[in-house]
C-alpha cells in the first residue's frame, strides 16, 4: 500500500506565500515522477507541477514563474509565492510508481482571499 501525506495549505492573502508538502511512504518501490493537482468547486482536476525522479520540472502555465516544486527522494514540496484568488483550490499530491500507477494524497485546501 502507498500512501501520499500532505501538509501546508491554509488561508492566505493575495501575493501571499505557501509552502506544501508530501511524503510517501509504503511500498513505495519503482516511484517515478511526483507532483501537485488542484480542483476548485466546479473544476475538472489540472496539474499544477510535476518532478520526475531525475529532477525535470514541469508547470502549468498558469503558476510558472510563481511555483516551484523541489524534491528528496520521497518527498517534495510545492513552494507558491504571489499567490492569486484564482489558486484557490484543493490541492492534491500525486505519485506515479512503475510509470503507470497513480497514487494520491487526500488532499489540501489552499485559499487564498483578495
Known amino acids: 500500500q502507498v500512501r501520499l501525506v500532505e501538509s501546508g495549505g491554509g488561508l492566505v492573502q493575495a501575493g501571499g506565500s505557501l509552502t506544501l508538502s508530501c511524503a510517501a511512504s509504503?511500498?513505495?518501490?519503482?516511484?517515478?515522477?511526483m507532483g501537485w493537482y488542484r480542483q476548485a468547486p466546479g473544476d475538472q482536476r489540472e496539474l499544477v507541477a510535476h518532478i520526475t525522479s531525475g529532477g525535470t520540472t514541469s508547470y502549468a502555465d498558469s503558476v510558472k514563474g510563481r511555483f516551484t516544486i523541489s524534491r528528496a527522494n520521497t518527498k517534495n514540496t510545492l513552494q507558491m509565492n504571489n499567490l492569486k484568488p484564482e489558486d484557490t483550490a484543493v490541492y492534491y499530491c500525486?505519485?506515479?510508481?512503475?510509470?503507470?500507477?497513480?497514487?494520491w494524497g487526500q488532499g489540501t485546501q489552499v485559499t487564498v482571499s483578495s
Open positions: 500525486n505519485a506515479v510508481l512503475n510509470q503507470f500507477n497513480h497514487y
Open positions: 509504503g511500498r513505495i518501490f519503482g516511484l517515478n515522477a
